[in-house]
């Protein structure tokens, strides 16, 4: 049995995940009622009729598109999407492929809905890979990965709207790390984060978000502040124009709802730099 032939684990329809969750919110259709549920509720909790939270998802979006051009162009052959959450529209490798058509693009997820559309959708594209991955184990995730890629040339790893599901701030500091450590120099990091400033949103509001995620698979959604996330691109390049919310990134036409900036999902990309800098 091949990798993408292993069976997905169980899938538990009355439990919402954050990937069916987003997938409402994009106008997808697969996804159940448990997750339709959750993801109503954040909607009633945003207010404005919930133009805030389809709109910042569309941006999201948006960003990823964007920023896989921009690494595509740099001369990235190869991307490792974590989390990659299910298909929809431009998916990287889509994205990839129109400027690098035989560009190698690994997705990794464990959510068992993602890993059956993924392998479903990718049969027959011999570029393009679904494996078995999990952020928490890291050096796993890229060992699978690296059957695939070659860590010895420049890779850009994606982790789009991950980490704000992942609590423990020093773990994530961690996984970035360890995400790096094989990056040669041209490879890209592109990560989006959820943020809100301080005093930057209601607390009945932002605890309302944080219980509704509680019940879901992933269990946690975690906003951090722009340094925190910020730290995550040091020693990096980070691309024009830095760390800004998702949808001004390279936007020419930019999706802002109203209240937008006062939070939302921060983007950014850095590239590991072609030349050690000068000691001395």
Known sequence: MTES????????????????????????????????????RIVQLSG???????????????????????AARAGVRQFLDIGTGLPTQDNVHQVAHRIVPDARVVYSDNDPVVLVHARALLTGDPHTVIVEGDAHDPKGLLDAAARHLDF????????????????????????????????????????????VEEGQSSGERKA??????????????????????????????????????VQDWRNDDPIVAPGLDKGGILGGVGRVPLEAPQSG
């Open 208 to 245: 309302g978000t944080e219980e509704v995620y509680r019940r879901t698979t992933a269990g946690v959604l975690h906003w951090r502040d722009r340094d925190t996330v910020r730290a995550y691109f040091d020693g990096l390049e980070l691309l024009e124009p830095g760390l800004v919310p």
């Open 152 to 195: 010895g040339e420049p890779v850009a790893v994606l982790a789009v709207a991950l980490f704000h599901y992942l609590a423990d701030d020093d773990e994530v500091a961690g996984i970035v790390r360890t995400l790096r450590e094989p990056l040669v120099p041209g490879s890209h990091l592109i990560i989006s984060h959820a943020y």
């Open 5 to 40: 032939e292993r069976p997905a684990g169980k899938i538990d329809p009355n439990v919402p995940t954050v990937a069916r969750m987003y997938d409402y919110f994009l106008g997808g259709k697969d996804n159940f009622p448990a997750d339709r549920e959750a993801a109503e």
């Open 48 to 70: 404005k009729g919930g133009a805030d939270v389809r709109e910042m998802a569309r941006a999201n979006r948006g960003f990823l598109v964007r920023a896989v051009e921009a």
